[in-house]
């Protein structure tokens, strides 16, 4: 098991930019993969952005790319989501995930959750 804990949540108007954080802590972080998802009011909780240790990949959702990059920090066991060009739509709660090898961009392809960061972006 990961525990993960994210920091960075907060509210921004419409166009500004955020950078989430996620601290990583119980297995060698340079050997997992590493992701996060987003879940607003009402909503299923869905892909926004992972990495794999493994070939060192990046992958995005369709309605992030080009405005959020994903990257890691093996010396400081934390990945990062830099959100840029952010939209009211990009509201909700972001949530870290991480797993040992990357399968999928599911949910149920990652085994360790944060507590999630709230992303708030106004009009």
């Known amino acids: 098991q990961v525990q993960l804990v994210e920091s960075g949540g907060g509210l921004v108007q419409a166009g500004g930019s955020l950078r989430l954080s996620c601290a990583a802590s119980?297995?060698?972080?340079?050997?997992?993969?590493m992701g996060w998802f987003r879940q607003a009011p009402g909503k299923e909780r869905e892909f926004v952005a992972a990495t794999s240790w493994s070939n060192g990949r990046t992958y995005y959702a369709d309605s992030v790319k080009g405005r959020f990059t994903i990257s890691r920090d093996n010396a400081k066991n934390t990945v990062y989501l830099q959100m840029n060009s952010l939209k009211p739509e990009d509201t909700a709660t972001y949530y870290c995930?991480?797993?040992?090898?990357?399968?999928?961009?599911?949910?149920?392809?990652?085994?360790?959750w944060g507590q999630g960061t709230q992303v708030t972006v106004s009009s």
């Open positions: 119980g297995r060698t972080f340079r050997s997992i993969a």
């Open positions: 995930a991480a797993d040992l090898v990357l399968h999928g961009t599911s949910t149920a392809d990652f085994g360790s």
